[in-house]
DNA sequence: GCTGGCACTCGGTAAAATCGAGTGCCAGCA
DNA sequence: TGCTGGCACTCGATTTTACCGAGTGCCAGC
C-alpha cells in the first residue's frame, strides 16, 4: 500500500525511504501521466488527477521538493516535469500496485499455451512474439538452461574422417550438439561402441551431473568418450547463446531519437549481451532495472524488465522485455511474471512427460 | 512522346531498353552521387563529376528527357533529380560494372572464412554479421535446405509416454528433429528397433529420398517407422523457416520516415514473409528487387539483394541483403556473391568430408 | 499551511522575410 | 543542328520575428 499512514510521520529519511503521502501520490500521478502521453506533466493536470485534492500551487511547491530530491526533472524552465530514473525506481518499489493483465491479455495468453505446439525453438520464439503484443515492448525469452534436464540420448555420429557430433537428447525435448575431433583411425564400430558407452552412463542422469564410465578395452574408443564427455560439459554453460528476441519494431516508436533506436537494437543483436543483461538483473534479484541500474550505457533510457521461467520450482530460464523508461511498469512486470510462468509450467510438464516417475527423484539424487 | 525526332536515331525503342550514351552517363551520375549523399542531384553536379563533358544547360535538358522517361523525379520544382526505381534498375542492368569489394574486405571475408567455426548455426548467424558490416544493410542469411544432405544418423528417442523425437543428423552437420506421437504401449525396445531400422534404410541416402523399409514382425515397431518417415519427410521442407537476420540496426539511420524503419522491421520479424521474398526473388533469376518489384507493400522503399549459396554445384541456399532503394549495388552484389559462395565452399566441404566419396553418387542413385 | 493571484519564462507554432540551389527557356554561337 | 551562357523564376530550407499559452516561482492573504 503506498500512502500507509496519514500521519504526521516524524524523523523520515530526508531521502528516498520514506516520502511524504502526498508527494507520493503527486509523484505517483506525475509517472503515471507521463507514462500515458510521454509529455511533461503540468501541476494543473497533477492537481486535476484522482487522488490528488489540493490546489496546483501546492502541487508546485511539492514538485519543487521532488525536483530538489532527484524524482522528477524540468526539460527546461515553464515546462512540466518529468520522471527521473529515481522517480520511476520509487514508482514501480512503492507506489505501482501488482498490476494485473486485463481479461482479454489473460485470455490471449491462455489462448498461446493451449495452442502453442511444435519444437521448442518454435515455442520459445512465438512465446517472444507474445509478449511483445501483450507489451508493445521488445522481448527476450532466455531459454532454460539443461543442468538439471535428464539426458534420454546420447550419440556419437561421424560426420568426417577426423570429425564427429556428439548428439545429445534431453528429457524436454531439446537435441544439442557439438562437433568434437577424433584421431585418423576411428571406425564406425568404434563410434557405436563410445555411443553406447556414453548412453548408459549419462542416461536419465542431468547433463550438468559429472559422469564416470567405466573404461573399455579399447583406448580409441575411450579416448572418444572423453572427448564427447567434455564437449557435454561445455553444452551445460555454452548453449546460453541463444537467445530468442522478439517485437524489436516496437522500439522503432519508442524513441525519438533515432540514434537510440539504432543503439538499442545493436545491443539486442548481441545475444551476448543480452544473456549477460538479463542474468546480471535476475541475479542482483531485481525485477525491473531503470535506465542506468544495469551497466550498459548504450541502454541509458530504457528500462529492463525480467522475470524467471520457473521449471519445477528451479529457476532456469528468463524472460525480459525491452522498453523505453516510460514503460507501463505495471503491465509489463504482469504480463513478465505470468507468461514466465506459464512457459515454466509448459516446459515442466514436457519434462515430466518425458521421464513419468523418475524424474523427480533423478534430479535430486543426481547431486553429483 | 518521348524525343526520338531531336535525333536521327532510326527507331531505337522509345522505352528503357537502350539510352543515348551521355543519357546513360548522366543517369549513373546522378545514381551514383545519389547513393553517396542522400540528397537530390542538380544538373551542376553532374556537369562537373567525371565522364560528362557538357554544360549543365545541356544536362538540364538531358534530365528533362530522363524525367519524362520515368528514370528520375524530382521530389519537388526547383530541386535535383533523384533516381526512380526504374532509374536504379537501368543503373544496375546496364551501367554499373560488376563491383569488387576493397581489398580490406576482401581480406575480412578471407580471415573470416578461415577462423570461423563451431556448429553450423553459429556459423550461419556470425555470416550475416559479416554481410551487414561490409554493406551497412541488414542481412540475411537462408540456410540450404536438406533435400539432398545424405543422412548420418537416425533415432528415435522416447520422451515421455506418448510422445517420442526422431533425430536426424545429417552429413553436413546439421541436425534435425520432429517429436511424434506414439501408442501407449510402445517400449523403449520396440524403439530402439525402429530406431535401427530408419538407421539402415535411410544412411547414407539424402533426406529427401524416399525411403522404404522393409517391414519387422512387429507391427507397432512399423508404426513407430512410419510416423518417423513422414516425419522426416516433412522435415526435408520444412526447416526453411529458419533464417538468420543480422544487422537490423543499421536499419534504422537507412530511412528517414521511422514509420519505414519499423515496418521493415517488422517484416523482418516474419521469418516465413523473409523466406518466400527471398526465393522469390531468387527464382524469378534476379538478383536484386527494387522497390516494388517483389510485391511487397511494406518493403516499397527498400532494395532486396540476393545471391545464391551453391553447395556442390546446386542452388540450395541463399543469402540476401536489405537496404534503401539508394543502396550501394554494386558493392552489395559483389559482397552478397562472395560470401554465397564462400559459405557454399564452407558448407560443400563440410558435407564432402562427411561422405568422403560417395557424395556425389548417392544423390544421383536416390531418386527412389 | 494552503490558496488564489500575478509577473515571468520560454518552448512551440505561425507568419514573414530571406536565401540560394536548381530549373526551364531562349537567343546566340560553332 | 546542337551546345552554351544568360536570365527570370520557383520554391524548399533557413532564419527572423512575433505571439501565444502552458507552466513556473513567489507572495500576500485567508
Redesign the pocket.
Known amino acids: 500500500m503506498p500512502d500507509h499512514h496519514e500521519r504526521p510521520d516524524h524523523h523520515e529519511h530526508p531521502d528516498h525511504r520514506e516520502l511524504d503521502p502526498?508527494k507520493a501520490a503527486i509523484l505517483e500521478a506525475v509517472v503515471s501521466e507521463y507514462i500515458g502521453t510521454a509529455?511533461?506533466?503540468?501541476?494543473?493536470?497533477v492537481a486535476t488527477s484522482s487522488g490528488i485534492?489540493?490546489?496546483?500551487?501546492?502541487?508546485?511547491?511539492e514538485?519543487?521538493a521532488l525536483?530538489r530530491e532527484g524524482y522528477l526533472v524540468?526539460?527546461?524552465?515553464?515546462?512540466?516535469?518529468i520522471p527521473t530514473d529515481k522517480g520511476y525506481r520509487f514508482f514501480v518499489d512503492q507506489l505501482a500496485e501488482p498490476g494485473v493483465l486485463g481479461p482479454s491479455q489473460r485470455h490471449e495468453v491462455s489462448r498461446f499455451f493451449e495452442q502453442v505446439h511444435g519444437e521448442m525453438e518454435e515455442m520459445l520464439e512465438r512465446t517472444s512474439g507474445l509478449l511483445s503484443d501483450l507489451t508493445s515492448c521488445a522481448s527476450v525469452v532466455l531459454p532454460p538452461g539443461h543442468e538439471s534436464a535428464a539426458v534420454r540420448s546420447v550419440q556419437v555420429v561421424g560426420l568426417g574422417p577426423r570429425l564427429a557430433l556428439v548428439v545429445v537428447v534431453l528429457a524436454d525435448g531439446a537435441v544439442e550438439k557439438r562437433s568434437i575431433e577424433l584421431d585418423d583411425d576411428v571406425t564406425e564400430v568404434a563410434l557405436a561402441a563410445a555411443s553406447s558407452r556414453l548412453q548408459t552412463a549419462a542416461r536419465s542422469r542431468p547433463l550438468g551431473a559429472g559422469m564416470d564410465p567405466v573404461q573399455s578395452g579399447d583406448p580409441s574408443v575411450d579416448r572418444v568418450v572423453a572427448r564427447a564427455l567434455s564437449a557435454m560439459a561445455e553444452l551445460v554453460s555454452a548453449d546460453h547463446d541463444r537467445v530468442f528476441v522478439g517485437g524489436s519494431s516496437r522500439l522503432a516508436d519508442a524513441f525519438e531519437a533515432v540514434d537510440t533506436v539504432r543503439s538499442v537494437l545493436a545491443i539486442l543483436e548481441q545475444q551476448l549481451v543480452v544473456v549477460s543483461l538479463l542474468r546480471d538483473v535476475l541475479e542482483r534479484g531485481l525485477s525491473v532495472a531503470i535506465g542506468t541500474e544495469h551497466g550498459y550505457e548504450s541502454l541509458a533510457s530504457c528500462a529492463v524488465v525480467v522475470a524467471p521461467v520457473p521449471v519445477d520450482g528451479q529457476e532456469v530460464g528468463a524472460v525480459g522485455l525491452l522498453g523505453p523508461t516510460r514503460m507501463n511498469y505495471p503491465q509489463a512486470l504482469a504480463a513478465a511474471k505470468v507468461v514466465g510462468e506459464r512457459l515454466g509450467q509448459r516446459l515442466g510438464s514436457g519434462e515430466r512427460a518425458g521421464t513419468p516417475a523418475t524424474q523427480g527423484r533423478s534430479r535430486r539424487n543426481a547431486g553429483r
Open positions: 502526498r509529455q511533461p506533466v503540468g501541476s494543473q493536470h485534492s489540493v490546489s496546483s500551487a501546492t502541487v508546485r511547491a514538485m519543487v525536483e524540468q526539460p527546461h524552465t515553464s515546462a512540466g516535469r
